[in-house]
């Protein structure tokens, strides 16, 4: 890998890490068409993850100065906020570190990839369409605010995020739509996805780095670097829009795109495209 190549991957990371389209897959995809694949490259994809952690943590630094604190409170702060944050973290690690060979070696390839963004795109739209019915009144209005959301509330996202351990499926898809399932407002779902990804990423990043750490160099140290820095830029930007967003639309163009890049891997993969 070359600067170029690390300044490429670091602009997707970026840019998707927090959008439900999946920065994996997409990082995968990417990967293929710069001819880049292996080990080494796994990891360089899982650490530049950091840069969009730090992202996160400058724009909700008041929210996460408030965990500090440690005081009890019924909202998303202090002792209430870390007991959230550690019960959707859960389920995720727990899988995460009983499959983790398994998911390097089998699942980071095209057509896992393609799958993963197809059904996350159709049940995106199918609980879209679900969502719509609160016009009519045929479901309960969405709870809006981190601040109100409970225990239950926080495992149930863990679980759903458990389901990103399959690349293509999106964390953040995951973790957003889960919450629109269990009655959460799109918005508050996206914000409390952002919170929740610091703690997972980084237990991701550590767990990675000792494990693939015999494969690294010193020399490794500036595509790194550069990755890192880029995915953190690309990340601020990413993240504001994407908020602003969400007020103004719904995540169906999201599951259009991924079913449409879904089709076209899968035809890219098998040669449709390529006759």
């Keep these: 890998m070359d600067i170029f190549q690390a ?18 897959g997409h990082l995968i995809i990417t990967g293929y068409f710069l001819g ?3 080990e080494k490259v796994a990891t360089f994809e899982v650490f530049i993850q950091l840069g969009a952690i730090l992202a996160v943590v400058f724009s909700y630094k008041e929210r996460f100065l408030g965990l500090i604190s440690l005081k009890r409170t019924n909202q998303f702060s202090g002792m209430n906020g870390l007991i959230l944050l550690s019960l959707t973290t859960l389920p995720a690690l727990f899988f995460g570190a009983l499959a983790h060979s398994y998911i390097k070696r089998h699942l980071f390839n095209m057509t896992t990839v393609a799958l993963g963004l197809g059904l996350g795109g ?3 739209l199918l609980v879209e369409r679900r969502n ?9 209005t969405p709870r809006e605010g981190i601040d109100h959301l409970n225990w239950r509330d926080a495992l149930a996202i863990g679980f759903f995020q458990s389901l990103a351990l399959w690349p293509g499926v999106s964390r953040s898809g995951a973790t957003i739509v889960g919450g629109m399932i269990l009655g959460i407002h799109r918005k508050t779902a996206a ?11 980084c237990a991701a990043v550590i767990f990675d780095l000792i494990k693939s750490g015999p494969l690294l160099q ?3 140290a500036p595509i790194f670097i550069v990755g890192f820095v880029v995915s953190f830029v690309a990340a601020m930007g990413a993240i504001s829009y994407f908020v602003r967003l969400l007020g103004q639309i719904t995540l169906s163009p999201f599951g259009w795109y991924r079913i449409a890049i879904a ?3 899968l035809g890219l993969v098998h040669g449709a495209f390529l006759k």
């Excluded at 914000?191 to 990423?201: I, N, R, T």
Aim: no cysteine.
């Design 122 to 124: 159709v049940i995106m």
């Design 7 to 24: 300044i490429i991957l670091g602009i997707v990371e970026g840019l998707t890490e927090f959008l439900p389209v999946s920065s994996t």
């Design 263 to 265: 089709i076209f891997i």
């Design 36 to 38: 880049l694949s292996g």
């Design 132 to 140: 719509a019915g609160q016009t009519q009144g045929h479901v309960p």
């Design 191 to 201: 914000e409390y996805s952002f919170l929740a990804a610091v703690p997972l990423m």
């Design 218 to 220: 010193a020399s490794d």
